[in-house]
């Protein structure tokens, strides 16, 4: 009976490997992963072909402006390490929470957009297909760092 267990763990969390790989194979350019998350997300949340062209055109926009804060905070984040004074981290810090408000702002605005687009429903879904699109990534490549081997088999 511990035998058919075992081979039952081992095949779904093969699955679950196959899966991930599915989403977003390794080394991808950054066109490549944008497309697989538009056909992931458009998939999930049941976009049609003209609501996904349309709205993917806001999403990545967005996303390309987000991305230049996210730079900006990690070029603060590592000049930070050099042992600032009290009054330079202080700089620094309001500097990256500004960034971040910024983002916030930006898909608040960006949500308003959507809207015209399609539904709240459907734009919860995009939500909700995103994360689970990063969650699969991060999953695989964590898998992938660990020979895809089962966490408890050490």
Same mark, same amino acid.
């Given at each position: 009976?511990?035998?058919?267990?075992?081979?039952?763990?081992?095949?779904? *969390?093969? $699955?679950?490997? /196959?899966?991930?790989?599915?989403?977003?194979?390794? @080394?991808?350019?950054?066109? %490549?992963? &944008?497309?697989?998350?538009?056909?992931?997300?458009?998939?999930?949340?049941?976009?049609?072909?003209?609501?996904? *062209?349309? $709205?993917?055109? /806001?999403?990545?926009?967005?996303?390309?402006?987000? @991305?230049?804060?996210?730079? %900006?905070? &990690?070029?603060?984040?590592?000049?930070?390490?050099?042992?600032?004074?009290?009054?330079?981290?202080?700089?620094?810090?309001?500097?990256i929470? /500004?960034?971040?408000?910024?983002?916030?702002?930006?898909?608040?605005?960006?949500?308003?957009?959507?809207?015209?687009?399609?539904?709240?429903?459907?734009?919860?879904?995009?939500?909700?297909a995103?994360?689970?699109?990063?969650?699969?990534?991060?999953?695989?490549?964590?898998?992938?760092?660990?020979?895809?081997?089962?966490?408890?088999?050490?």
């Amino acid at each position: 009976m511990k035998k058919y267990i075992a081979c039952f763990i081992i095949v779904l *969390s093969s $699955f679950t490997v /196959l899966k991930a790989n599915a989403v977003c194979p390794q @080394r991808l350019s950054p066109q %490549e992963f &944008n497309k697989k998350q538009q056909e992931y997300i458009t998939e999930q949340a049941g976009l049609t072909t003209v609501e996904s *062209s349309a $709205f993917f055109k /806001l999403f990545f926009e967005l996303q390309s402006k987000k @991305r230049e804060n996210g730079k %900006e905070i &990690n070029r603060l984040m590592k000049s930070a390490k050099n042992g600032l004074t009290e009054k330079e981290y202080d700089e620094t810090l309001t500097k990256i929470y /500004l960034l971040r408000k910024e983002n916030a702002e930006l898909e608040l605005e960006y949500y308003k957009k959507y809207k015209d687009i399609i539904s709240n429903q459907k734009i919860y879904d995009v939500m909700k297909a995103e994360a689970k699109f990063h969650r699969e990534i991060i999953r695989g490549m964590h898998q992938r760092g660990r020979g895809g081997k089962n966490r408890n088999s050490n």
